[in-house]
């Protein structure tokens, strides 16, 4: 089946500072890869949608300066997280979707990464 | 706007049925989606709805009314191993939008 990977699965790291998370579907193409956000004990919230080689589409209320996505291949995208405060710890989840080797309607996902923000 | 709404918690016990409800209204309908979360993990795939009717998987069965915005996800011969939160998600264009997800509880 389709597997998406999420690097790295957890960080730590100080308030101001950046962190990059890769995303990358293994053995499928991923046409459009999406970013979420997921609060403890609340549900996943779409945070921007990016196509292979053109700009993310951001949800309203995402910082898109603070939220650096790049979706370079079909099989890797990444977002950074720019100026880190404590308030983005969050779980950040990407999902991958279509293409060759995925079915055309679901939507696979990578494990998480759990960001703490000290 | 969208509006996807589920209970927030709820629980049964092991061996029993449970069904899992979700309303939605959004601004465009392309499938509907029901994924299982274990704390920490991300969410497994577990249904895909996108004409009205009833979808049986094994132990899981997803139901869909277009016309009502309603779906629900029936769990039976439930196990320990069921305890988890349960998301429904609808396929607006591209996007998956999550509903505010379902926290089970199974009891022995």
């Known amino acids: 089946g389709a597997v998406v990977s999420q690097h790295p699965s957890w960080v730590i790291c100080k308030s101001g500072t950046s962190v990059k998370i890769e995303c990358r579907s293994l053995?499928?193409?991923?046409?459009?890869m999406f970013w979420y956000r997921q609060f403890p004990k609340q549900s996943l919230m779409l945070m921007a949608t990016?196509?292979?080689?053109?700009?993310?589409?951001?949800e309203q209320g995402v910082e898109k300066d603070k939220f650096l996505i790049n979706h370079a291949s079909l099989t890797l995208s990444t977002l950074t997280v720019t100026s880190a405060h404590p308030e983005d710890s969050s779980f950040y989840i990407c999902?991958?979707?279509?293409?060759?080797?995925?079915?055309?309607?679901?939507?696979?996902f990578g494990p998480g990464t759990r960001l703490t923000v000290t | 706007g969208q509006n996807i709404d589920q209970p927030t918690e709820m629980t049964a016990t092991e061996g029993a049925i449970v069904q899992i409800n979700c309303t939605y209204q959004t601004s465009g309908f392309n499938g509907l989606f029901w994924y299982q979360q274990h704390a920490g993990e991300a969410p497994t795939f577990l249904s895909y709805?996108?004409?009205?009717g009833l979808e049986e998987k094994g132990r899981f069965s997803s139901f869909l009314s277009r016309s009502k915005g309603y779906s629900y996800l029936l769990l039976k011969e439930l196990q320990m191993k069921d305890s988890a939160s349960y998301l429904c998600a609808v396929r607006e264009r591209r996007e998956l939008i999550f509903g505010t997800g379902t926290r089970l509880q199974v009891f022995p």
């Open positions: 990016s196509n292979e080689g053109s700009k993310a589409t951001y």
């Open positions: 999902s991958a979707r279509g293409g060759a080797g995925g079915s055309s309607y679901e939507q696979y």
């Open positions: 053995d499928f193409q991923a046409t459009t």
């Open positions: 709805n996108v004409l009205d």
